[in-house]
């Protein structure tokens, strides 16, 4: 078997680009439920920053005191030895400045912690007062305060936002299925569903990323910028160091260089992977819905190919995503070291002092975490925004079927349906699957229509069951245009036994429920006698207990069938849609199902698509259908005596 090329993404027909602004705008839509615990998280983060501030007003203090207590040079000593002796007030050099203010302001505040200390035998200094008071005061009080409070608030932070990020995943996970649901079968007959599912599981789960991670960073880290670089004006202001800050000023820029150079190739890449992993969802999602054909025809080796390659795809995409992201932590943190480099060399050149040069280069390093976050938080904007373009794409589809302003509640139905002029093309279709189909059926009447393939018969039953709406004409039931019925009425009002019986993989007794939420167990039991599914279902351990696993495998196809006839049985529905239920199955088999059908349909009205003419000779009314057009129609007997279209079908299946 000749391989095929890999799948390629193909976008979806409605999607779409969006601006940042546009992306993240919606999802404060959803975060605003939870704005109590988002601005205690963001709050939390921006008070993490401002527990810098106490140690930074601690270090110039703390090293002035240092470079008092440092050992002098021998031509230093001999010279204050020679000098006359000053009064005993002024043999302590006194501190000028905002150094000298803070100095004061800390040894007095250490001396009130000293003499609390004392009352209880500590004494926090020597003899020989060798360490210094502010010193001294930030180790033993200062520090481990901050650290504690600096805990709390990032622990706060933290929990607060990951809350809000998971409860947003989960309602745009829940809109995204809700609004799928709603839209008209015309939208599932044009997308990929394994790239749906993607959309649904994988795509918001960036969202989390997006509230906890990026509000995280951007709560404390810019803040933290913000502390550290209005103490260095401060202490720039203090010192007279404005030549040094316009400095700081020019070259701090420079950090955010690479991230704008490499940003636009985080977005590309970001969203290229998140469209292979859709390939990926889709291929998987082919190969176990196509199971039994894979294994009829024994390909899957040549499946498991197929699903490398789209792998292989994926990971090639991811890689570069990860490679261009992994580049921007490393080329700020170059540049950074660069200016910090030249900014020590401008200081030792121009001899500024260590205890005015570190009050200002330690909130720079400090600063230097916080742009490496951003930095990253950059390469996070990026991927969440691709996610998000898949997402609001999604959501911005608009092809569910309008329900009118002001439904009528149609409890009931009493008289008849009639279809007038009823035209109806698909979007991809380049001529009309219906047109202009003219008839009526009327209560407890049997009407079926016959055709062949691709004549319009499926079509005519999706438009009775408001599948689609007609492009042209009008359906009335008891004289009301069915667009102006409640629509949850009129699902209630008609039921439909397909050709392909759809299961759920959960118990049979919940398969003949689904629909019918209140029904008991014994109403349950009581349908499936109908549909002569009862002796089948006991005829197992488990009972109807039994699972009926994925999409109904674990039954044969008349199993199935009877299945969905209890369903429908336990619905009691006024107006029954048949999709021919027989045509697949043994002669045995079609029987007990035949059997079960004549019970469903009696005292309904039923309109039966065809396709063993056999099953409609009793038929009230035969529609036939060619090319989308009703041809004929009349009775069995008239149609067949007629000898147009309706007999060249019956002779096909030689039935006279």
Known sequence: MSAKKPKVYVKEFFDRDYTAKEAYSRVWRYAKRYRFRLVAGIVCGMLTAGTLLPLYQAIQPTLARVEARAPKAPAQAAAESAAPAQAPQEAKPAAGGAAG????????????IQKFAK????????????????LLFVIIVLVPLVALVRCGLVFLNHYCLAWCGMKTVRDIRCDILEHVQNQSMQFFGRIDVGQLMSRCTNDPQQVKMIVQHILQELAQAPFEIIVSVGFIIWSAISNKMLPTLAIIFIGFPLFMCPVIFLSKKIRKWSRRALERFSIVGSRIHEILTCIKVV????????????????????LKATLRALRWGLLVGPAVETVGIFLICI???WCFATG???????????????????????????????QGRAALARIWSILD???????????????????KVVFSSVSFRYDTAERDAVHDASFSIERGKLVAVVGGTGSGKSTLGSLLSRFFDPSAGKIEMDGVDLRAIRIADLRKLIGAVQQETQLFNDTIENNIRYGTPDATHEQIVEAAKLANAHDFIMSQPEGYARLAGEKGFALSGGERQRIAIARAILKNPPILILDEATSALDTVTEKLVQDAIDRLMKERTTFAIAHRLSTIRNADLILVMQEGRIVERGTHETLYAAGGVYRKLCDMQHQK
């Open 397 to 415: 589809v608009k092809m569910e079927l309008q329900e009118a302003p002001s439904p009528v509640s149609k409890p009931t139905f009493d008289d």
């Open 352 to 382: 500024v002092k260590l205890s005015a040069i570190i009050p200002m280069l330690a909130p720079l390093l400090m600063i230097y975490k916080p742009i490496k976050q951003l930095s990253r938080l950059q390469v996070q904007v990026e």
């Open 119 to 134: 009352r209880f035998g500590i004494d926090l200094q020597d003899e020989d007062d060798e360490i210094g008071l502010p």
């Open 343 to 345: 900014f020590v060399l």
């Open 101 to 112: 203010k803070q100095a004061r302001k800390l040894e007095k505040e250490y001396g009130k």
């Open 295 to 314: 294994k009829a025809y024994d390909t899957a080796s040549f499946e498991n190919h197929r699903y490398a390659k789209a792998n292989d795809e994926t």
